[in-house]
């Protein structure tokens, strides 16, 4: 069980004991055991095996009790008791953000309320406007969180979905009839939310295929759809899968490009019935157009836009924007930088959150110094370069949180909004063109604050901010976190368009958060992304360049 899985256990714990009126002070001290733990370097199973974490001060008795059957076990009967109490539906309202244990309480004990779709009905009927602590304005937020919440359940993110397709695909070569799987459709576009997952399978026979795939899956009836067979699968993780079934090669060719799509980029291509991906683009007198650019976009891009993009993982260099436990990170330093140098990153720039993100235990101007101190340790040993940055807070009248005498001390600064979402779109404008006008700003992080599936992104007029970042020598982030993917990539195209530097960044919080760069590598692909046009493919030499374009640092 990793970190973060132990962290997630013990923050149920806590409300689910807070929810059930459980002790303030045993509550509290849980909640507490987070931030001791996720600041904690070294591995928390062996501390668990060995004893020693009672040694660290803040955990006592009882938190060692219970990671002690949480990490031996893989379960703890006291999470387990509480969840057996808990209506199934309580663990969806606490997921509603802006409701803690404590208001989820207040609403099964006054209302009844034990659902989302019950506590829907009450803010419908305005049951909650007179509740302690809640309001007309809470009231409209929870319904907004509750739309978002079930839209989600019908759909996918991108490593989502991947999951799921792959497994069905690891089932479909089991079966004796089928001689070959691809997976089509809006996952082999790229697509950053998954409505429907559509797998192309050549078989020997449609009735030997329907005969040993029911052993697996509920298939329903068979249909000719677009004049190739299909077939909706039911399937528990998901129940919009699409099969494609097809008896010849030739078939499976010519379904491979129709049924990746889109609809209307093969329409503005011009494919017929019979074109296959080998034909559609000879016979157009084109380049191949990879499949994640095959979007209704794409004809409208100027030539120099068009070409397939030449980005890889393997040849990224620069792990920049990442979390250590100084602030709300699970590894420490020395742990992130081992797994950057094990997955080929040459260099890397720490980008703890700044003072302004109390909630994230941001850094103070002394942890900086200590962090500094931390990182010329760490430079006599390290087989990667090593920068200090910040993720510095955009404040509400745009400058940053700290003043330049800070600024001037480290290496590579990332401007982010973080707060004060609800101001109108020309304020945030000005706010963010502000802080990308800063010197000292490198990148401006998650430009427009979206969570796929979970917040929209704030109002911004999103090509004055690209002109400013353009204009003022800042990179642009394409945030890589899945519930991100932030620029997103028909914003990409307008900033490569103006000339705009990018940097691919996990916005790394764990270890294995750095693996999400290859979700950030795909997005930045689906918009042609060249490697001279992302900071993080720059070798290290042309990297302290860019750093050094606008304010000299003094980076060896």
């Known amino acids: 069980m990793d970190k973060k899985e132990i962290l997630r256990k013990i923050n149920l714990y806590a409300d689910l004991l807070e929810f059930h009126g459980g002790n303030p002070f045993k509550i509290r001290a849980f909640r507490n055991s987070v931030n001791l733990l996720r600041r904690l370097e ?60 404590k208001k989820v309480s207040l609403l099964f004990n006054e209302l009844g309320i034990d659902n989302l779709d019950s506590l829907e009905k009450a ?8 509740l302690k602590g809640f309001g007309e304005k809470t009231q409209n937020k929870i319904l907004e969180e509750i739309k978002n919440i079930k839209a989600s359940k019908k759909l996918l993110l991108l490593p989502q979905a991947e999951n799921i397709a792959y497994e069905i695909v690891q089932i479909l070569n089991k079966i004796n009839s089928v001689k070959k799987v691809e997976i089509t459709g809006e996952l082999r576009r790229v697509r950053e939310i998954i409505g429907e997952i559509n797998i192309l399978i050549l078989t020997t026979s449609f009735e030997e295929f329907k005969k040993e795939a029911n052993d697996f899956f509920v298939l329903r009836e068979f249909k000719v759809k677009d004049y190739f067979t299909t077939t909706q699968v039911e399937y528990p993780a998901f129940d919009k899968v699409m099969f494609t079934v097809v008896n010849e090669e030739s078939d499976f060719k010519k379904a491979l490009l129709h049924t990746t799509g889109s609809a209307p980029f093969l329409e503005k291509l011009g494919a017929e019935k019979d074109d296959d991906e080998e034909s559609v683009f000879k016979k ?16 409208n891009l100027p030539e120099k836009l068009r070409t397939p993009s030449n980005l890889d993982f393997e040849d990224i260099k620069g792990m920049l924007h990442f979390h250590t436990v100084f602030s709300d990170g699970i590894n420490s330093l020395a742990e992130m930088l081992e797994a950057a140098s094990s997955l080929g990153f040459t260099y890397a720039a720490v980008c703890d959150h700044s003072k302004s993100a109390y909630y994230a235990n941001g850094l103070t101007g002394k942890r900086i110094s200590e962090q500094k101190e931390l990182i010329e340790n760490l430079r006599k040993t390290s087989g990667i370069k090593i920068l200090q940055g910040i993720e510095s807070d955009i404040l509400k009248d745009g400058s940053l949180d700290y003043d330049d005498e800070v600024l001037k001390q480290l290496d590579f600064i990332v401007a ?141």
């Open 416 to 556: 982010s909004v973080h707060s004060n979402f609800g101001m109108t779109e020309e304020e945030m404008t000005n706010r963010i063109i502000r802080a990308v006008e800063n010197p000292f700003t490198d990148v401006l992080g998650h430009p427009t604050g979206r969570l796929l599936l979970r917040r929209e992104g704030y109002k911004v007029n999103i090509r004055k901010i690209i002109d400013a970042c353009a204009d003022n020598s800042v990179a642009i982030e394409i945030n890589a976190n899945p519930y991100r993917l932030d620029l997103d990539w028909r914003n990409i195209y307008y900033a490569r368009k103006k000339g705009c530097l990018l940097a691919i960044n996990a916005d790394a919080h764990s270890t294995g958060d750095i693996l999400y760069t290859h979700y950030g590598i795909k997005i930045a692909r689906k918009a042609g992304t060249q490697k001279s046009e992302v900071i993080n493919f720059f070798e290290y030499e042309k990297f302290v360049k860019f750093l050094n374009r606008k304010v000299t640092r003094n980076v060896d």
């Open 42 to 101: 070294g591995n928390i199973e062996e501390m668990v095996k060995t004893g020693s974490l009672l040694n660290i001060k803040g955990i006592g008795k009882g938190i060692a009790s219970f990671l002690n059957d949480l990490i031996l076990t893989g379960d703890s009967p006291e999470l387990s008791n509480l969840l057996d109490k808990t209506p199934t539906g309580i663990l969806d309202i606490l997921s509603v953000r802006g409701l803690g244990a």
């Open 284 to 299: 157009k007198g084109i380049s191949f157009i990879p499949p994640e650019m095959r979007e209704e976009e794409y004809f």
């Open 123 to 130: 803010c419908r009927e305005n049951k909650l406007a007179g």
